[in-house]
Nanobody, 118 residues
Framework: QAQVVESGGGLVQPGGSLRLSCAVPRIITSTFIGSQYAWYRQLPGLQRELVASITGRSNTNYADSVKDRFTISRDNTKKTVYLQMNNLKPEDTAVYYC?????????WGQGTQVTVSS
């Protein structure tokens, strides 16, 4: 199956860093390469918002609120997408979700909690 598995969330102090991972181990490499990936985040009662995205050619896009702090990348050999988050702020606290899009199909992971607090 095309299961998307997130990991790497946790509790961090303001100004700290975390790296989230989004693995898709059960698809063939060519399908992984041909997919577009994105990280979203969501607070209870609010809509899911786009944080960053990366295409098959590694073109990236970021929300204004995370530019210059977050970096999305992909490792096609490991079939994994990363979100490096630096200089974290309390307002970054949310459940972070990874999505994979291949053609018209979109697959979501189960989410990983990121909490930024002193």
């Amino acid at each position: 199956q095309a299961q998307v598995v997130e990991s790497g969330g946790g509790l961090v102090q303001p100004g700290g860093s975390l790296r989230l991972s989004c693995a898709v181990p059960r698809i063939i490499t060519s399908t992984f390469i041909g997919s577009q990936y994105a990280w979203y985040r969501q607070l209870p009662g609010l809509q899911r918002e786009l944080v960053a995205s990366i295409t098959g050619r590694s073109n990236t896009n970021y929300a204004d609120s995370v530019k210059d702090r977050f970096t999305i990348s992909r490792d096609n050999t490991k079939k994994t997408v990363y979100l490096q988050m630096n200089n974290l702020k309390p307002e970054d606290t949310a459940v972070y979700y990874c999505s994979r899009q291949f053609g018209s199909q979109v697959y979501w992971g189960q989410g990983t909690q990121v909490t930024v607090s002193s």
